[in-house]
Structure formats: structure tokens, C-alpha cells
């Protein structure tokens, strides 16, 4: 019998162990895992009081971040605690990794703050960071969430998940108003290119000043039939950032001299059906444009004539933005060609 209890008793123990730890809240697992890390890989670091743990800083020299400014732009990579990345806006590491892609965007990106908008840990990682300064910090499982809550524990009360972060990242900037952001970098970007005497246009009623622009290439046409009301025609089309970078087009030569050529892909004009109203336009009798697309369409009037088009993203692709193609809040510019029908 002692013998068989001198077996036993470690076994009782580690069941005893495994109970209490399996009473254990998701949460408090969590924080203890990300303890026992930080003690083996980054010993003597101590957490913020939410629980991130600040693993390098390069501190910035321009404004101190702001919880009150709804938006923030940023340069960000994102690891697992093993290292592996998951997600980046730079260039140059996804060179690296052998995942770099000439068709998507990378730089600078806007994020919304506040409850619902972006993760609690990314917006406290900011506390303290200056414009210009660079910051990777440890984000713990519980700090990964849309939503606020007051404490520490209270996150970690909440957490229903077990993934830790690394986050890397820039302070770019920041702005209250997206919009007015956007029409800066377009009147920046017109009066580069066009000259200071460009000013914005209308295509209905209630429009802001500065969200769109509509520059053909001549003011005018002689002897030349404008089109009718609700013609059909055809469109070629490039639509680029204001950086320049190509995210889709109907030209094979744009495709190519911008590395974004696709095989099997069919490069020819479009077809467009007018209307009386630009939000009736439809190309290849898709009327699933966005706006600022068929603003631009709806302005020009006679085959043969080019025309820019620049617009904001409430006009584009919002928020949301595209993929890895457009960011979000990114305002558009599109090179029109209008063409007969063939």
C-alpha cells in the first residue's frame, strides 16, 4: 500500500493543479501567459496599467498623440508572439517575407479612434507617442477589442480569446476631419499638376466645395456632335491613388508599365449607357459604380475627349476602401477617355 500511495500522491497533485487551472477565466489564462513570456523573452519589462508591455521606442518630435482626434495615420507591421508577421504596411518587409504585391497599397493608413472604431490596446499603445516616433509593443488578448472598459481586469474579465500581438508602429499624423484631410491632399495634389487656378466642381445640388474635380483636357470642343442625353458609347479608363499607384485599369500599356498586368485579362474600352441623371449611368450595364466614378462619366460629352477626374473618398470607397488595393478614406483619381460606339 505505501507504495502504491507514494505514486498516487503526485498524481492527486497535478489533478489538483489541472482543476484550478482549468477554473481559470480565458482572460486570466491569458494574462498569465503573457507573464511567463515576457519573463523568458523580455524579463524585467513591466506593463500600463491596461497590460500592454512596451517592447522598444523611438520616441517622435512633432505633436503628442491625441484620444480626442477622431483619426489617426499610421505605418504598421503585426506579429504573433512567435514572430510570424500577419499583417504590414511596409514595403520593404514584405519584400523581405517574398510577399510584396505592385499592386497593393503600402504606407500610411487613417484609423478611426474610439469605442467601436479600432482596437482598445492600439490607441492605448499610443499614449505618450509622438508624431514621427516609432513604438512596438506587446498587445495582450484582452486589449484586442472594439469595445472600452474601465479597468484592466474588467478586459480580461471580458476576453473570450487567447492571441497576443505585436504591433509596430509609426505615428504618421493625425485629423479631426477626414474629409478636410482629403481635400487638402487634393487641392495639394491639383495645383501641382494643374495649377493654382483649377478650383473644384459640382455635379448636383448640395455638393461640398473641394471633393471634386473634373479637368479635360481642352475647355472646349468646335464642330464636334455632343453626345446625347442617353448615349452609348465606350470608356477606357485608369484609376490610381494620389500617390500615383495603379489599383485598376482598361489599358494594357498602364497595366504593364505599372506591373499590374494580368494574364487572361481582356484590356478594351467599356461600355457606358448614359443618363439624364449620373447616378442612372451604367457601364457594362452595371449601374454598381462609385459615385465619383460616374460623376466624371456623367460631365463629359463628346467621343474623343480625356478628362481627369479627382475625387474624396465619400465619393469612392469610404471607410471600407478595397482590399489591399485601396485604404480606407483614400481619395481617388481616374484618366477618362470617351469613345464611340463600336
Known sequence: MKIALKYVFPALLLLAGCAQENTLSTGEKSRQHVEKWIEKYHPGIQPDQWGIYILEDHPGTGDEWDASKAYSYLRSTV?????????????????????????????????????GAGYAGVEYMLQGMRV???????????????????????????????IHLIYTIELVGQCNDIIQAQKDSLRAYVTRHYGADVKSCTYKDGMDEGIFYFISDT???KDVEPRSETASLQVNYT?????????????????????RY??????????????????DIAMDGSKS????????????????????????????????????VIPAYSPLLFELELLKAE
Open 262 to 279: 494580368e494574364e487572361g485579362k481582356s484590356y478594351k474600352p467599356h461600355s457606358v449607357t448614359f443618363a439624364a441623371s449620373y447616378s
Open 132 to 162: 514621427g516616433g516609432t513604438r512596438t509593443a506587446l498587445i495582450p488578448s484582452w486589449l484586442l477589442t472594439l469595445s472600452r472598459q474601465s479597468s484592466k481586469q474588467a478586459y480580461i474579465d471580458a476576453s473570450s480569446d487567447s
Open 219 to 221: 475647355l472646349a470642343f
Open 79 to 115: 506579429r504573433t508572439i512567435d514572430g510570424t508577421i500577419t499583417t504590414t504596411t511596409e514595403e520593404a518587409i514584405a519584400k523581405q517575407l517574398g510577399e510584396y504585391n505592385p499592386g497593393n497599397y503600402y504606407g500610411p493608413t487613417y484609423h478611426a479612434t474610439g469605442s
Open 239 to 259: 484609376g490610381r491613388l494620389l500617390n500615383g499607384q495603379l489599383f485598376d485599369t482598361s489599358v494594357e500599356k498602364d497595366a504593364v508599365a505599372a506591373e
Open 289 to 324: 459604380l462609385v459615385e465619383g466614378f460616374k460623376a466624371g462619366l456623367y460631365k463629359m460629352h463628346w467621343a474623343g475627349q480625356k478628362a481627369t477626374v479627382l475625387f474624396a473618398s465619400n465619393l469612392g470607397y469610404a471607410e471600407t476602401g478595397s482590399g489591399d
